[in-house]
């Protein structure tokens, strides 16, 4: 499992988001509240964020728990951006693939990250991995089912699939083929933010200045409004849109 989150609004540095609050993301890497399995997110973290004039988003990821990272802690005092995906990890399975496993996982002008697990993993997806041209496998960044639920939204959205599109139908192919899946997925381009929930909490808050859509809400504002599950959520600047997540075919 992991804790998540991703924001649009005014320019903020990346500790005001993710160290600074009361049950900031680093918190919830050692105690989360509302996690749906684990206590601890300690197998990595990262954060993906957009510079000033910059389309492309830069990437900081380690395989070690954020709370042991001095380095990003002087880096996040400084670095300012208008939005971000961030997230701290808990392995479904102990495995070597380090930092590569870590989200946000980036490809084109997108970050992506996946809070959940995959039951029976890799069996209960090889069928749906077969699906997938070979040169789409080769390229997974690694060998853990948030990679590959990340390369089929992937297919779907270098097709032309809407964000919103691209996560409900893999939500849907994922959860016909492993039964029980938790699949919260989350989804930027920097502009706006797309998001399901399939077995764990999402909560959203909309201000003035900032967007923000997180696993937690990280203080005590009143404006963080719960998501329902099976729901799929997009989010821009101006506002929140909610609609339910169909039951996959039986």
Same mark, same amino acid.
């Given at each position: 499992m992991c804790r998540h989150l991703a924001f649009l609004g005014e320019p903020a540095t990346l500790g005001e988001l993710l160290l600074r609050p009361p049950h900031s993301l680093e918190r919830q890497s050692w105690e989360p509240r509302s996690q749906a399995s684990g206590v601890v997110n300690a197998d990595g973290f990262g954060v993906g964020w957009w510079a000033e004039d910059d389309p492309v988003p830069a990437r900081y990821r380690r395989s070690g728990p954020i709370w042991g990272d001095l380095s990003f802690r002087d880096l996040a005092r400084v670095v300012r951006t208008r939005a971000l995906l961030a997230a701290v990890r808990g392995a479904t399975l102990p495995g070597a693939d380090g930092e590569a496993a870590a989200a946000p996982f980036a490809a084109d002008r997108w970050l992506f990250s996946h809070n959940g697990a995959v039951p029976g993993w890799p069996g209960s997806l090889a069928a $749906?991995? %077969? +699906? *997938?041209?070979?040169?789409?496998? *080769?390229?997974?960044? &690694?060998?853990?089912d948030s990679a590959l #639920?990340? !390369?089929? $939204? *992937?297919?779907?959205?270098?097709?032309?699939?809407?964000?919103?599109? &691209?996560?409900?139908? +893999? $939500?849907?192919? #994922? %959860?016909? !083929?492993a039964?029980? &899946?938790?699949?919260?997925?989350? *989804?930027?381009?920097?502009?706006?933010? +797309? !998001?399901? +929930?399939?077995?764990?909490?999402?909560?959203?808050?909309?201000?003035?200045?900032?967007t923000v859509v997180a696993s937690e809400p990280y203080d005590a504002d009143p404006r963080w409004q719960a998501v329902p599950d099976h729901s799929v959520l997009t989010a821009s600047r101006s506002g929140v849109a909610l609609s339910p997540l169909k039951e996959p075919s039986p």
């Open positions: $749906v991995a %077969a +699906t *997938l041209p070979a040169r789409d496998l *080769l390229a997974l960044a &690694a060998g853990t #639920v990340w !390369a089929l $939204v *992937l297919r779907r959205l270098r097709a032309g699939d809407a964000p919103e599109q &691209a996560l409900a139908d +893999t $939500v849907r192919e #994922v %959860a016909e !083929a039964p029980g &899946a938790r699949l919260n997925l989350l *989804l930027t381009d920097g502009s706006t933010i +797309t !998001a399901t +929930t399939w077995g764990d909490s999402l909560w959203y808050l909309t201000g003035p200045d900032r």
